[in-house]
């Protein structure tokens, strides 16, 4: 267990608190380019902050403050303009810096502006730096920046915090206790058909790289040299799960909301056929977490019973009531990885997983992958979501990602 004071070291987002300002240190997913199409102007909630995401007339694309400088209307409501994003209410215009261009019925526009973030496109989503500049450079990630794959998107914000999430991905062992018994059981209870995972954890160990750590663990009946034990699963730190092999892949991540919620952002991805044009957006759908009749989260598929322990931590989850063991070794390394790089930020360091040279960002960046889908993934009921091409073909045509 941890004091109450440590938890919140590890769990706040918010500007101006030690665990928020290195935070601020990384970019972050925040949209779809392709919804800017249907949606050119969003409400953004990131890191404690409310935001307005907007794409002007002539394409550009700006994340400014959620209010205007005038009378304080929410800035979600405007309007799309040429050069910029023109208030619903009378109709002052913001430009993506967030200065005040526009000032209709004033002798004169006055020299006024909100805050305003850079933002870039990469892998057809939007990212977000809320830091202090020298900004670093948004890490091309091998799943995000290559152009031989195609890929989708999915949001789904969960009213829990951030740490919960990863901490899951530091403990291999719920699988076979999770995924395999409690699936077992609700599925049952709810009149689907599942084969049991019984494969045993033997070993787990965890091993530092330049961008995270590499989840590695032994299931019973793997040889020594099987992907899961020599290879592992990437975590990039501090909020991305890499799974799957090669480019056949999803990235899971996890981005704080604020201090008691997630937006769990998973980017897919699978190789394209030599002969299929080249994608031209990356399809996105927004989802919400269903519950039963009692208020539990429905949990049938992997995915959500990773949600429905998440969320049934609490918002916050009280660590100074934990007793943590030898299975968790894995969440303390995590936490203590928090712990070391706030203290870095706070000495004026760079914190772990931050990129500044263009020769280690171009191409792209990789990083050691499994060579094929673990076993215990492979057995049971699976999502039927888990084919996210077969939703996107219908979603929007196929052509080349941009950015």
């Keep these: ?53 907007f794409q002007s007339g ?29 208030c619903a209410y ?16 004033e002798p004169a526009c006055l020299p006024l502006k909100v805050k305003a973030y850079p933002v870039e496109v990469l892998g057809g989503l939007v990212w977000a730096y809320l830091g202090p500049e020298p900004r670093p450079l948004l890490p091309r990630w091998e799943g995000v920046a290559r152009s031989d794959i195609d890929r989708t998107v999915s949001f789904k914000p969960l009213p829990c915090n951030w740490v919960q999430c990863m901490d ?4 291999p062992v719920h699988f076979e206790h999770l995924h395999g018994y409690y699936g077992d059981y609700y599925n049952r209870k709810h009149g689907i058909e599942q084969r049991l995972r019984t494969a045993r954890h033997l070993k787990i160990e965890f091993d530092l790289f330049e961008y995270g750590v590499y989840k590695r663990r032994l299931i019973e009946g793997d040889p020594e040299d099987a992907d899961d034990w020599v290879v592992g699963h990437p975590i990039i730190f501090p909020y991305i799960l890499v799974v799957g092999p090669g480019v056949s892949f999803s990235y899971q991540m996890r981005v704080p909301i604020d201090d008691t919620h997630t937006m769990h952002t998973v980017l897919a991805g699978k190789p394209r056929d030599p002969d299929q044009t080249l994608q031209d957006e990356v399809p996105a759908r927004r989802e919400h977490v269903k519950y039963d009749e009692r208020g539990r989260v429905n ?19 009280d660590r100074s009531q934990e007793h943590l063991a030898t299975s968790d070794k894995g969440v303390i390394l995590y936490h203590n990885l928090i712990l070391e790089n706030i203290e870095k930020v706070q000495r004026g360091e760079d914190p772990l997983g931050m990129i500044r040279d ?32 077969a939703w996107a073909a219908s979603a929007a045509p196929a052509a080349e990602s941009r950015g």
Aim: glycine share 10%; aromatic share 8%.
């Design 1 to 53: 267990m941890i004091s109450k004071e440590m938890n919140e070291r590890l769990t706040q987002t918010g500007a101006g608190t030690p665990g928020g300002e290195w935070l601020r240190r990384y970019w972050w997913p925040i949209a779809a380019v392709s919804e800017l199409k249907t949606e050119p102007v969003q409400p953004v909630r990131l890191l404690g902050e409310d935001l307005t995401l």
């Design 58 to 86: 002539r394409g550009d694309v700006g994340l400014i403050g959620e209010r205007c400088a005038h009378r304080a209307i929410s800035l979600a409501y405007g309007i799309p303009q040429e050069n910029g994003l023109r």
């Design 90 to 105: 009378h109709g002052w215009t913001y430009d993506t810096a967030g200065h005040v261009v526009d000032m209709p019925f």
């Design 168 to 171: 899951n991905s530091m403990d």
């Design 299 to 317: 949990a049938p598929w992997i995915v959500l019973q990773d949600e429905m322990a998440w969320i049934g931590q609490g918002s916050v989850s």
């Design 358 to 389: 263009p020769e280690k960002n171009f191409p792209h960046v990789s990083f050691r992958r499994e060579r094929a889908s673990h076993k215990m993934t492979r057995s049971g009921v699976s999502d039927p979501r888990s084919d996210r091409f």
